[in-house]
Antibody, heavy 123, light 110 residues
């Protein structure tokens, strides 16, 4: 069974930084692209970042480009999101999500999600 | 990267059908057959209900169906049940490894 176990959320001051982790099990992690999706307090879902299975391809939503960095360690089956220069607009629950397929059309949806990590930005 | 447009709310009585729309643009919904739908209960992570416009993952009841016409995708829930009450989000691939979500629709079972 595929499981995504997240850690690393917490309280950070404005302008601060944080690292989120997502440990995967039950799958050949290196074969699957992954994404990060966030949800502001009482708000909808927002795609944040994508990384291919090898890590060679990465992309970000305009709202976080230049401030967030996605990476992965395929030897330890772990996905990361480094968040820098955090502001109130970045608060919310951050989910890691597995892309459904290893390649082709099934790669474009999110079939397994982590439990979420809460990021609070406050002084 | 603009959000897709969904109605904020929808409702129906048990046993009825309800359809939720998701409107995008020629650059996303109309350009790709990579629309998916997610169900989210309060305090829970989203769950994939429909992918590639109209395909159901294993374990999702066939009461859930998806379709697309031009730049508008739709999710239909037939035979509404109490447990279907949740928030529903559409998403579309937008090219160049970008995705956009709809604002979400709160489905109430009356």
């Amino acid at each position: 069974e595929v499981q995504l176990l997240q850690s690393g959320g917490g309280l950070v001051q404005p302008g601060g930084s944080l690292r989120l982790s997502c440990a995967a099990s039950g799958l050949s992690f290196r074969n699957f692209a992954m994404s990060w999706v966030r949800q502001g307090p009482g708000k909808g879902l927002e795609w944040v970042s994508f990384i291919s299975g090898s890590g060679a391809t990465r992309n970000y939503a305009d709202a976080v480009k230049g401030r967030f960095t996605v990476s992965r360690d395929n030897s330890n089956n772990t996905l990361y999101l480094h968040l820098y220069s955090l502001g109130a607009e970045d608060m919310g629950i951050y989910y890691c999500a597995k892309m459904k397929g290893a390649a082709g059309p099934e790669m474009y949806s999110f079939d397994y999600w982590g439990q979420g990590a809460l990021v609070t930005v406050s002084s | 990267q603009s959000a897709l447009t969904q109605p904020p709310s929808a409702s129906g009585s048990p046993g009825q059908s309800v359809t939720i729309s998701c409107t995008g643009t020629s650059s996303d919904v109309d350009d790709y057959n990579y629309v998916s739908w997610y169900q989210q209960h309060p305090g829970k992570a989203p769950k994939l209900m429909i992918y590639e416009v109209n395909k159901r993952p294993s374990g999702v009841p066939d009461r859930f169906s998806g379709s697309k016409s031009g730049n508008t995708a739709s999710l239909t829930v037939s035979g509404l049940q109490a447990e279907d009450e949740a928030d529903y989000y559409c998403t579309s691939y937008g090219g160049s490894y970008t995705w956009m979500f709809g604002g979400g629709t709160k489905l109430t079972v009356l």
